[in-house]
């Protein structure tokens, strides 16, 4: 006589796409070692060409928003007394706010 085990073990398979993030997340972290590694202290880039700059923007959004109280998008100590407005270059929503959620979580870059 053979019992049938219904309830003995209950497969449980993760949906496709929670594996594809998983995979992803994993070859992201693989592929930038260095920088995870020294996510605070380090930048990633050849010889520092723009990444200053990114990092003077990464500083800027915060301190415009919460510090001065005032846009982000205009920079007034650049080409003064006239100002320049950040949207003319490559500086989108997307990046400032993107990199003001990882900077509040993670903590600033220091140099």
Do not use: C
């Amino acid at each position: 006589m053979f019992v049938r085990a219904e309830h003995s073990l209950v497969r449980y398979r993760f949906p496709s796409s929670v594996i594809a993030l998983i995979f992803f997340v994993i070859s992201t972290l693989l592929f930038t070692y260095p920088l995870v590694a020294h996510f605070n202290t380090h930048v990633l880039g050849w010889n520092k060409l723009d990444s200053y700059e990114i990092l003077w923007l990464f500083r800027w959004v915060p301190h415009a928003l919460f510090d001065l109280g005032t846009s982000p998008w205009f920079v007034p100590n650049i080409y003064y007394p006239y100002g320049y407005h950040l949207v003319s270059g490559e500086v989108t929503s997307l990046h400032s706010f993107g990199q003001l959620t990882i900077t509040m979580l993670v903590g600033e870059i220091v140099i």
